[in-house]
């Protein structure tokens, strides 16, 4: 399938990005939209959450959902897709599942593990710290995924959220900033070379340029590195100095 973008229209003249997040999420439109450039516009598609990318049955059920949303979108004639969902995005190897969509729609695609990774070693960083909303199984889960991609993780901690199951993960976009904001901190380790902070419903961006600052390393986000990837995908060079060392021109 042929690429359907084209720069002549009213919105989006610079690009159009797709963009797949689970069902309770609000924190990625909210943060894309607070960093996205003059004409660039983004278009949002709603899918069922994959924690598992584990078993069979689990990649089966993700690759069916993405393939649909995947198509969905490409409908609109769009640059890049991207698909916002850290931990349903976290499959080995990770380009296989932004491969699947790119077949299935014609168009460069991303998604969020895979978007961390690129942000990792665009920044030449291989020890990490790790704050996450999540409980231990998924945590685990996100360290085996890096290790696996050549990163190692000196600490990680989360809040344990969906701990009694999936119902409660639209309490990660409700946690309050300041506590956020403590959580980031109190992951750090004296060798990480970088914070990552992941999910793309747990609200941090703002918080991004004065964490840098005072932990003098880089700050990753799951929204702001899918976001970089994304912009990047569609040939967007711009550069922003609010949201990160990822984001700035030396990258």
Known sequence: MATLFSADTTYGTRAKLGLIVPPTNTVNEAEWQAMVPEGVTFHVARMPLHADTLSTEGKKALYSDIEKSTGDLAQAGLS????????????????????????????????????????????????????????EALNNHEVEFL????????????????????????????????????????????????????????????????????????????????????????????YFDDFGILLTDHI
């Open 80 to 135: 890049v897709i991207a698909y916002g969902c850290t931990s349903g995005s976290m499959v080995q190897p990770f380009e296989q599942l932004s491969n699947f969509m790119s077949d299935a729609s014609g168009i460069p695609c991303v998604t969020t593990a895979g978007s961390i990774v690129g942000a990792l070693n665009a920044l030449k960083v291989k020890k990490i710290s790790i704050a996450t909303p999540y409980h």
């Open 147 to 238: 290790a696996g991609n050549g990163f190692e993780t000196l600490q990680i901690s989360g809040l344990g959220i969906g701990v009694a199951g999936p119902h409660e993960y639209i309490e990660i976009a409700r946690t309050q900033i300041n506590k956020i904001k403590a959580h980031i901190l109190s992951v750090d380790h004296p060798d990480a070379e970088a914070i990552l902070v992941s999910c793309t419903d747990f609200p941090s961006l703002s918080l991004i340029p004065e964490l840098e600052e005072e932990l003098r390393k880089p700050v990753i986000s799951s929204n702001q590195a899918m976001f970089w990837a994304a912009l990047r995908a569609a040939g967007i060079k711009d």
